[in-house]
């Protein structure tokens, strides 16, 4: 009898796993085949609706001239623009380059903190000062095309359509860059924007809008409260829950720098896990029943994953449980060595690399997806602790390694 529970235990948690890995894509490409994003539509023609930008900076003078002037470099009407500034604490240059570019930019508002405020705590402050019926939120290091802002916001034609992501995608490698997690966590970006565009072909419902850029509605968006990590997510899941439309359209680009660094990205997905765990419990009401498009999105493409640490833990202890026992015969033995193999793998990826060996591509990916589930792991038990903290500052980039 032990033995059919552990059995099932070890099936169970990797089946979950592997699921929302792989089987969970498979059916967003089968159910989304032949579908497109719902019109109508604004025309470039059309009386596009005024858009207030969003932002959020704390010491970024490597990118912030870079992000004003793209931001600004747009097909959309200025005069249908403003661009809300929040320089939280910022010690280094920001704040001289930001009201540089205030007198260059009649259409930037900066308003400068003296006390860190956390990210929710500069949005909630911008958006009181928001008047505009469309909120454009994006980060410093996000860069847009000239056509970004209109792609955004040409859906809100639909009174359905309560927000709208950009199809944020990693530029290309810069020279010295690329020998950490560069690689790895393009293609996660990439992969990511692909499933969200599926999940609003099929159910109109995004899971999750990438924070660097997004538009919503402003009757639609709701501010994720003082004290939130992920506030992109709990914006995105607060405008399903008031009965909106999430979409992410890949017309709507945008590039983001990604970091290079493994132990820089640790950190953020740590940090970053927190605030998971804090919008799964409080949009836990989304999650029933699961075979509702919502819950069926939000439980196959985010809880499960989050969960992936755990659901390891348990598979990995079930089946060591089974094959001590001597039950199970190869098949569990097997299984087994596979589970101890792989994350030994990545250990091999990271030995290579301080030997200066050059890198190799499969135990590279292999190596993140252990380390970012750990970070997952430790997210997870920092939550359950309550630490939580939704200062930020920002991760090594890119665009340091090109200078």
Known sequence: MLGAVLGALTL?????????????????????????????????????????ILLAAHNEE??????????????????????LVGSDASTDRTNALLARLAGEFPQLRVTTFAERQGKPGVMQHLSAQATAP???????????????????????????????GANVLAPPTPPRAGQGVTAQESAYLARE?????QESLIWGAAMGAHGGAFAVRRAAYTPAPVGFVVDDFFISMAALRAGYQVLLDPAARATEDVGDHA??????????????????????????????????????????????????????????????????????????????????????DWLLRRLGTPPVAGLRYVRHFYLMNLALLVGWWRYLRRQRSAVWRPTARNQRAGD
């Open 62 to 83: 490597v990118v912030i001239e870079q992000k004003i002037r793209a931001t600004f470099a747009t097909t959309y009407p200025l005069e249908r623009l403003r661009l």
């Open 134 to 164: 469309v909120l454009v939120l994006t980060d410093a290091n996000v860069f847009f095309e000239p056509t970004t802002l209109f792609e955004l916001v040409k859906h809100f034609a639909r009174p359905q359509v309560g927000l709208v």
């Open 12 to 52: 169970l948690s990797g089946g979950l796993v592997v699921y929302s890995y792989a089987g969970f894509p498979l059916l967003l490409r089968r159910l989304s085949g032949g579908k497109a994003l719902p019109g109508p539509v604004y025309g470039p023609a059309d009386a596009l609706p005024a858009v207030d």
């Open 263 to 348: 132990a820089e990205e640790f950190r953020r997905k740590a940090r970053i896990s927190v605030g998971n765990f804090q919008n799964v419990h409080e949009f836990r009401a989304l999650l029933w029943p699961p075979w509702r498009g919502i819950a069926f999105a939000f439980w196959s493409h985010k809880v499960l994953r989050w969960l992936t640490p755990q659901l390891l833990l348990v598979a990995l202890a079930a089946n060591a449980a089974l094959v001590a026992r001597g039950a199970g015969g190869w098949f569990w033995q097997l299984a087994l060595a596979g589970q101890v193999g792989l994350p030994l793998l990545g250990g091999l």
């Open 193 to 197: 924007n692909h499933f969200k565009y």
